[in-house]
């Protein structure tokens, strides 16, 4: 989140002060942990966020991502079908591999390469209108992205419209977009604030609920 290291270390500090139950996941799955959210097969996202998404995703339920890696994997393991879109090859390689180590078969990785350096173009890009055609329960926000002002909102509003009725959207890194927080279509939004898998420090992840 934005702000000076010193900043950054006292917001941890004090989260893990407030939420001591946390100090052990900081430990042994944070950046000092020695592990990747790919091998640990757990989301980029808070821990609050994780622990919701624990509880809300089912077996019956699809799942889009935006962006591949350890949630695939974590999804592949609670939803009947993970669908996820990535722009790097040697990526989408490395992940396949970890779905197929692991024997999930209900994961697919589409390559859709795009240069996140130069966003010009995005919105006709073949990123963007990789989300099939029919409606997900959960689609993740969190594709890699240079420009904080172009892509994770235009995949976004782009994911509105394929949402499931009673479904979420899920927006990684969400302190970087508040104006989605106030221009949206969903019922209602939750930020979950927290420590992370790899993460040195605090983050938030909002769930949008349709």
Same mark, same amino acid.
């Given at each position: 989140?934005?702000?000076?290291?010193?900043r950054k270390l006292g917001r941890l500090a004090a989260y893990l002060l407030r939420h001591p139950l946390s100090v052990p996941f900081y430990v042994t799955r944070g950046p000092f942990g020695g592990r990747t959210p790919l091998q640990l097969q757990l989301p980029w996202f808070s821990l609050p966020s994780i622990e919701f998404l624990d509880r809300f995703v089912t077996p019956a339920m699809e799942v889009f991502e935006y962006g591949a890696g350890?949630?695939?994997?974590?999804?592949?393991?609670?939803?009947?079908?993970?669908?996820?879109?990535?722009?790097?090859?040697?990526?989408?390689?490395?992940?396949?591999?970890?779905?197929?180590?692991?024997?999930?078969?209900n994961a697919?990785?589409?390559? =859709?390469?795009?240069?996140?350096?130069?966003?010009?173009?995005?919105?006709q890009s073949d990123y963007?209108?990789?989300?099939?055609?029919?409606?997900?329960?959960?689609?993740?926000?969190?594709?890699?992205?240079?420009?904080?002002?172009?892509v994770r909102p235009a995949c976004f509003r782009h994911a509105e419209a394929r949402v499931r009725p009673g479904g979420i959207i899920v927006v990684?890194?969400?302190?970087?977009?508040?104006?989605?927080?106030?221009?949206?279509?969903a019922k209602?939004?939750?930020?979950? =604030?927290?420590?992370?898998?790899?993460?040195?420090?605090?983050?938030?992840?909002?769930?949008?609920?349709?």
């Open positions: 989140m934005h702000g000076t290291p010193l350890g949630s695939t994997l974590y999804f592949a393991r609670r939803a009947g079908r993970v669908v996820s879109t990535e722009n790097d090859p040697a990526w989408v390689e490395r992940v396949e591999r970890a779905l197929a180590s692991g024997g999930f078969g697919e990785v589409q390559y =859709r390469p795009f240069d996140f350096h130069h966003a010009e173009g995005f919105e963007l209108h990789s989300i099939p055609q029919r409606l997900f329960d959960v689609i993740v926000i969190d594709s890699a992205e240079e420009d904080e002002t172009m990684d890194d969400a302190w970087r977009y508040p104006e989605l927080r106030a221009v949206n279509h209602t939004w939750r930020e979950f =604030r927290g420590i992370g898998p790899c993460r040195p420090g605090v983050t938030s992840t909002d769930s949008y609920f349709y």
